[in-house]
């Protein structure tokens, strides 16, 4: 299944958002993702990630981690990838998403490998690791972030300023 967009309060049109949206993520390697805990509150980490035709955002991580727990207790979370800008203040280009964060299932596990793989090529090459990954072995594993909503910044494309909201649609 391929995720399409539906761009909130007008503007560009939902196929130009689609590309601005995968360049950017093609753009850089890591998000900061933030998740929230009713006893500690909000919390940021930085995640290795591949994303998608659906826009699932895969990402690898210990289930002890902070954020793990947090996924695993309260499951909304926001993210951020933004590029460099070629000056400061200038050229902004990058996203915002919302969405739902989940430990992957057994039945994703292959596929969380193979877009991790087109984007990290090394990523669980030796054998035993790769293994571990797909039968839950290791302290760490597969997680899923599914973008349910988003915010692109992309001034080159669409100006100085222009904030683009967009739904996704499954």
């Not at 689609?18 to 995640?47: C, E, F, K, W």
């Not at 902004?92 to 969380?112: P, S």
């Not at 793989?117 to 597969?142: H, M, W, Y």
Request: charged share 25%; with cysteine; hydrophobic share 45%.
């Amino acid at each position: 299944m391929t995720a399409q967009l539906r761009v909130v309060d007008g503007g560009p049109s939902d196929e130009t958002v689609m590309i601005s949206v995968r360049q950017i993520l093609a753009g850089r390697d890591l998000m900061s993702m933030a998740t929230y805990s009713t006893d500690l509150g909000p919390h940021v980490n930085s995640a290795f990630f591949a994303a998608d035709d659906d826009l699932i955002m895969w990402f690898v991580s210990e289930r002890t981690t902070r954020h793990s727990l947090n996924i695993a207790a309260e499951p909304r979370v926001s993210a951020s990838v933004f590029l460099d800008p070629p000056t400061y203040g200038e050229g902004l280009c990058g996203i915002q998403v919302w969405g739902t964060a989940r430990e992957a299932r057994q039945d994703e596990r292959a596929h969380a490998v193979a877009v991790l793989r087109l984007r990290f090529p090394s990523f669980a090459a030796d054998t035993k690791v790769l293994e571990g990954f797909l039968n839950a072995s290791l302290p760490s594993t597969f997680y899923r972030l599914e973008v349910s909503e988003l915010t692109v910044l992309d001034e080159p494309r669409f100006g100085r300023r222009v904030y683009v909201r967009a739904a996704v649609a499954r």
